[in-house]
């Protein structure tokens, strides 16, 4: 039987705010090396998910730093992004990705081959704009109709941290009603379409029940 594993719930604390989840599954894996993070910030969210490279040492760990390093500067240039300035808050979505990258190298130092690694996705909600840092193949998808460019999925990866050799940075306007999903590969998109899976938990559980091939990790935060 799968393991299933609801995470928890959070709440913006803007009265408008669009609620968080956040929903993982271990699926038929010995460890989770999925991880995921919600800061709340005000009407603004920065969401991110990581994702630990299978077969390298530390998947686990390297996914907590990265996703550790987004939160922490997500905390310090809270003013920045409420800014709600497209660069400026591009600018920061950079940062984020660097500071996750050197946190990774951390993680991975002493190693000279299959170092440790992770994909990373990150989501920053705004009042009707999105802003996307994307490295690997978690994925993100706005409304399920908008999606990021899956790097990979069922290949080779293209790119990981700390390795980041294709980096993606994007920024859409949405209707500030719209549903958005941050998930880790673990997740299929196809899950998301012509659903009316309004929370994470829902969103895995549905899947779970589809699925009678063995599972992977997954995490997903819908907001």
Known sequence: MTDYQFAGAYHTPAPRGPQV???TAL?????????GAALLLGDAQVLVV?????????GAEAAQAAVDAVISVGRRRRKALLTYDRPKVLAVVERMIDDATR???LVGAGFSRRVPGCTLTIAVRLRSAVAIGHVGDSWCAVDRRQRTTQHGVGRILDSSLPLVTR???SWLHIDPRAR???AT?????????GLDQSDAESL??????RQAAPQDNALAIVS
């Open 103 to 105: 946190a990774v190298e």
């Open 21 to 23: 989840t956040i929903a």
């Open 167 to 169: 980096l993606d940075l």
């Open 27 to 35: 699926g038929d894996r010995d460890e989770q090396q999925d991880r």
């Open 185 to 193: 590969d673990g997740v299929s998109a196809d899950d998301c379409y």
């Open 204 to 209: 895995l559980r549905h899947q779970i029940a």
């Open 180 to 182: 958005l999903t941050v």
């Open 50 to 58: 990581a994702d630990g490279i299978g077969g390298h040492p530390l």
